[in-house]
């Protein structure tokens, strides 16, 4: 008699819950916004990078938020050392100054990959104001020995860099194939709550 009833109720489609965590929403509706803000700027709009520097170097705030699928992939990122004089693992300012070593706020077309003093590096240009100066500064994205596991371990953070996107090799190698070739990095703070 039950399995009767049931089968004479109309069909109805059940919410499923989200495997995404109210922070990393937050990082999909930032994502998406600013990729429609700046998308005519843009020649790919599948995958955008989200750096939040309201969380701390030890965290992975470095978010690649794929636009089509909905998901979230993150990973370790260093902050510029004259956005973090006293080297406390968190982003205390921005600056778009030559010579600032800082990091710059705002988004940015990730460009070709070239090989510079880090090796592969993938060229920024500077989309809004508060980072117009990037290309000059030559604030890129690169690998560093100084972003990885073991410096958290030792220290607690990690290293700084000097206003560029660093990141652990193996990570990097996701930047290169999944992030660049004219898509979006956006960094700013965003924080967990």
């Not at 919410?15 to 929403?25: D, F, I, K, N, Q």
């Not at 693992?89 to 990091?103: D, H, N, R, V």
């Not at 073991?150 to 290169?176: H, T, V, Y």
Request: net charge neutral; proline share 5%.
């Amino acid at each position: 008699m039950a399995a009767g009833l049931t089968a004479a109720l109309p069909s109805r489609a059940f919410a499923v819950a989200s495997p995404l965590s109210p922070y990393e929403r937050r990082v999909l509706d930032v994502a998406k916004a600013q990729q429609e803000r700046v998308a005519s700027r843009l020649w790919r709009n599948d995958l955008v990078g989200i750096a939040d520097y309201g969380l701390p170097s030890w965290k992975p705030r470095l978010h690649f938020a794929d636009l089509e699928k909905g998901t979230i992939r993150s990973f370790l990122t260093a902050h510029g050392r004259g956005s973090d004089p006293e080297h406390s693992g968190w982003l205390q300012s921005f600056s778009k100054e030559p010579g600032s070593e800082a990091t710059s706020r705002g988004a940015y077309l990730t460009c070709e990959w070239y090989t510079g003093k880090y090796g592969t590096s993938i060229r920024l240009v500077g989309l809004d104001a508060d980072n117009s100066t990037a290309l000059d500064r030559l604030i890129v994205m690169h690998p560093a020995w100084y972003v990885d596991d073991a410096m958290i371990e030792k220290w607690g953070k990690i290293g700084r860099s000097e206003g560029c996107f660093a990141m652990s090799q193996p990570d990097f190698n996701e930047a290169l194939w999944h992030l660049s070739g004219g898509r979006l990095l956006f960094a700013d703070r965003i924080g967990e709550g």
